[in-house]
Each structure stands twice: as structure tokens, then as C-alpha cells.
């Protein structure tokens, strides 16, 4: 493996790569997944990221949830309700607002294609103990706030 060291430097060097590993192994995992439902690996991630939300929607979160322009958040959200995964309501409170709701049954095929390919996933942490698997938790945490705060710092720079 490239970037073999001795002590806390070979092991930054080992992470350096084995992390590079692993973001292009998920990217491509994620391109596939949306091939095979027939949707763009952005819009997956959209899906994946409205099935973890308690409740529908605005546009205006799905742009937050994505980093994307509210301009868009409306395509993709477009193009999931043609895929028909989401529809757009009038808010009951407010009916001036537009919530984006997850479609049930689609959700459910969706989770159904999510679990047949998770397989054994939970398999892989078998061998940790509690203390161990905290820190593999932790460490997804820390993943996605510091992934959260590079996309932010990225499109700061645009233009």
C-alpha cells in the first residue's frame, strides 16, 4: 500500500489513501444505485437525505439539505416528482407554502432495493466491541460535518 511509514505518520499515510478508497468505491456505489433506479446520484442522495426527515419539506430545505441554488432544488425536485418518488402539497397551516412529501410506496421500493444491496453490512462491525463501534459512529459524525463544512467553503469560492 502506498505511503508505508512507521508510526503515526505511516498511519495518517495509509489513511491518507484507504480514505480516497473508500469515497470513490461509494461514489461509484451511489452511481450505480441511481442507474439502476434511473435517477441522477445527486438526486439519490436527495431521495436518501427526505427519507431521513420527519416531515415534507420546502424546496427552500431541500436546497439547504443538498448545498444546491433554490433554483436547483426545484429541478431535482422536479425531477423526483416525474419519477414520481415525491409530490408537492399546499401546507395545511400555510397554504402560500409548498412542502415536497416522500411517496410511501415508492419509498418502500426504494428501501426494499436499499436493504437487498446493504446485505451483510451490519457484519462488518461484528468484530468491534461497543467502544470501538463508538468511535467508527464518532468518527462518520465528524465525516459529515467536516464534508458539510468543505461543500460550503467550496461554493463560497465560486465566482
Known sequence: MAGKGTGRSGLLAELSVVSRRYMASYALFNQAVADRIGLHPTDLQCLNLLTLEEAPV??????????????????LVDRLERAGYVVRRR???????????TVPERIAEFGRLWDSLA???????????????????RHMERTVDFGREQV????????
Open 58 to 75: 420546502t424546496t427552500g430545505r431541500v436546497a439547504e439539505l443538498t448545498g444546491l441554488t433554490t433554483g436547483s432544488a426545484t429541478r
Open 152 to 159: 460550503a467553503r467550496l461554493r463560497a469560492r465560486r465566482g
Open 119 to 137: 446485505g451483510d453490512w451490519f457484519s462488518l462491525f461484528d468484530e468491534l466491541d461497543d467502544t470501538e463501534l463508538a468511535v467508527v459512529v
Open 91 to 101: 401546507d395545511e397551516v400555510d397554504r402560500r407554502r409548498v412542502l415536497v412529501a
